[in-house]
């Protein structure tokens, strides 16, 4: 689970909910009634105000991984992260999270995989259905085509989920290792 800023406008930081959970980089936050960062839920009278660039998670990484190798005699398989932090938790040292808004493009792993996208479509945040998310029962703040309750268009479809290049050499795709399968979308908030 993760995101891949392809450019981004601004890179703006916010005070993270004490009580928040595994809030994964990638997923699209929302300020609760302190002004802390939480998940956006897209529920009535709710905004959301970006997508986090930090995981806040006790189990879930928020980098990058490749596909999962086999190690050893033992024949167990392991997906390669490049780093993970404070056990998953990258706001554990400054209780901030960083929070891109104001535009980029982004690829991310952070959506429905039940829908069905094309370039050019709106999307709006909703709850994780399909793929690596079903770790996170119920994550919300994740990219969907499907009207949210607040109607709040988030991001625009620039290409549709398919595999995306990791750089090291292998024979998914191009002759890299994958990531896995990312949507590429243009933010709108």
Do not use: C
């Amino acid at each position: 689970m993760a995101l891949i800023e392809q450019y981004h406008v601004v890179a703006d930081h916010f005070p993270v909910s004490p009580t928040a959970t595994n809030i994964i980089s990638g997923m699209f936050v929302m300020l609760d009634s302190n002004g802390n960062v939480t998940q956006a839920t897209g529920g009535a009278s709710t905004r959301a105000i970006g997508i986090a660039g930090d995981t806040k998670s006790t189990s879930l990484s928020g980098i990058p991984d490749t596909n999962t190798s086999w190690l050893g005699l033992s024949d167990t398989q392991q997906a390669f992260v490049n780093r993970v932090s404070d056990s998953f938790d990258e706001t554990k040292a400054s209780g901030r999270m960083t929070v891109y808004h104001s535009g980029g493009k982004f690829a991310s792993d952070m959506y429905d995989a039940t829908q069905t996208y094309v370039p050019g479509q709106a999307l709006y945040v909703g709850t994780a259905n399909a793929g690596d998310l079903d770790a996170v029962t119920g994550a919300t703040g994740v990219l969907t085509n499907q009207a949210s309750a607040n109607s709040q268009i988030v991001a625009t479809v620039v290409q549709v989920p398919g595999p995306y290049e990791s750089g090291v050499p292998g024979v998914d795709i191009n002759g890299s290792m994958t990531l896995g399968n990312y949507i590429l979308f243009k933010l709108e908030l």
